[in-house]
């Protein structure tokens, strides 16, 4: 089993549609988790941390379900510049040199 | 403030042709990594390196090795091409704490092509 699992996608929706991901992690020991942003051809960018209790930036939201090991991100009233690949983050441990594990992606694609 | 810088941005190499890619940052961050991307697999840890000195293996380090000699710069160097190592590898950097501890910063990535 990977470390960090996404579907891939694509994931097609019209404007205005409110799309959920998922993404599950092997390690239950996992203590940190995020939601990253790559633009076609561009470098990947930090979208937003998720927290234990979830949390909401604008139309995103993040949750964690411990207990099942999985993350998941909703976008809510998707616009067509949210079109990007997003990616799952976990980090395993709780401190030192934070290295993380990525996921492979999950691809949206807004449609007009 | 550039953040991370990578250069070159392309390069295509013959098989067996050795390279260095060069990571800086201007942002006093310690750590420092590099990853390559290909389709499917996602990214994957090369090296890193948790301060000016020292570095690590990562998840795929065959092929390459890498230099941290001063803070902002971290070195990766493939000294025999192969076609396996075409790919996309980005440069990132994280400060050890503070309010965006959690977050690597990546450079915008050098594609290269082994022929």
């Known amino acids: 089993r990977k470390e960090v699992e996404q579907d891939p996608g694509p994931f097609n929706v019209p404007e205005g549609a409110t799309v959920a991901f998922n993404c599950t992690y092997s390690n239950s020991a996992s203590q940190s988790f995020f939601w990253y942003r790559q633009d076609c051809r561009k470098e990947p960018k930090l979208l937003m941390s998720?927290?234990?209790s979830g949390n909401e930036d604008g139309r995103f939201t993040a949750q964690l379900n411990r207990a099942s090991q999985y993350i998941s991100l909703l976008i809510r009233d998707s616009k067509l510049s949210d079109s990007a690949t997003y990616l799952c983050?976990?980090?395993?441990?709780?401190?030192?040199?934070?290295?993380?594990?990525f996921g492979t992606g999950t691809k949206l694609q807004v449609i007009p | 403030n550039a953040g991370v810088t990578q250069t070159p941005k392309f390069r295509v190499l013959k098989t067996g042709q050795s390279m260095t890619l060069l990571c800086a940052q201007d942002?006093?961050?310690?750590?420092m990594y590099w990853y390559r991307q290909d389709p499917g697999m996602g990214l994957r840890l090369i090296h890193y390196s948790v301060g000016e000195g020292t570095t690590a293996k990562g998840e795929v380090p065959d092929g390459y090795n890498v230099s941290r000699l001063k803070k902002q710069n971290f070195l990766l160097g493939l000294e025999s091409a192969a076609p396996s190592q075409t790919s996309v590898y980005f440069c990132?950097?994280?400060?050890?704490?503070?309010?965006?501890?959690?977050?690597?910063?990546f450079g915008p990535g050098t594609r290269l092509t082994v022929l």
């Open positions: 998720v927290y234990s």
């Open positions: 983050v976990v980090n395993p441990n709780s401190g030192g040199y934070q290295k993380v594990t």
């Open positions: 990132a950097s994280k400060p050890p704490s503070g309010s965006s501890y959690n977050e690597q910063f």
């Open positions: 942002m006093n961050h310690e750590y």
